[in-house]
């Protein structure tokens, strides 16, 4: 079985300031992130594994660049349907050291956001139609540096 983390050991994995479980819980309520184990009764806690680690840390850069948690949850549906594995850290072993996967984020002269996923693979590209903060750049975040970061940390 795979290791699993309450919200309150992901909080002191990664720190209070980074992902603090008040986040953790907006995340998941949200249903960007979807803990794999989710109680039936009340008062149990969630479970998170290694993958939902990546997930978090990847949204709250997101976030951090000016993304709504609804394009973050659309960004994920569309990496989730691209390949399932694609956060897994398990999936990459100690090949992650070689791989780059970026989440390349160009903002449009005319309001859109184009969201690229870059992987060895290729790309997959999609388009969300909203009108975004900062339309005049391109933010890139190292999806692979995040997985690293994971592997490290468990």
């Known amino acids: 079985m795979r290791a699993t983390y309450t ?5 002191n994995l990664f720190g209070k300031e980074i ?6 819980q907006l995340y998941t309520d949200r ?8 109680p039936e009764r009340r ?3 969630r479970k998170y594994d290694a ?3 990546v997930e978090l840390l990847v949204c709250r850069k997101m976030v951090d ?10 960004t994920f549906f569309i990496m989730r349907d691209d390949d399932k594995f694609l956060l897994d850290p398990a999936h990459y072993g100690k ?6 996967i970026s989440l390349i984020i160009e903002y449009t002269v005319n309001g859109k956001v184009r969201v690229n996923i870059k992987t060895q693979a ?3 590209k999609d388009v969300i139609n909203v009108q975004m903060k900062n339309k005049d750049h391109v933010r890139i975040i190292n999806i692979s540096g995040i997985i690293r970061t994971v592997q490290d940390v468990i």
Do not use: A, Y
């Open 7 to 11: 919200k309150s050991e992901i909080e």
């Open 19 to 24: 992902l603090p479980k008040s986040t953790i």
């Open 31 to 38: 249903k960007v992130v979807e803990p794999v184990v989710v």
């Open 43 to 45: 008062g149990l806690p």
């Open 51 to 53: 993958t939902n680690l």
């Open 65 to 74: 660049v000016g993304f709504t948690i609804d394009q973050v949850r659309h």
């Open 95 to 100: 090949s992650i050291e070689k791989i780059t």
């Open 122 to 124: 290729g790309t997959k």
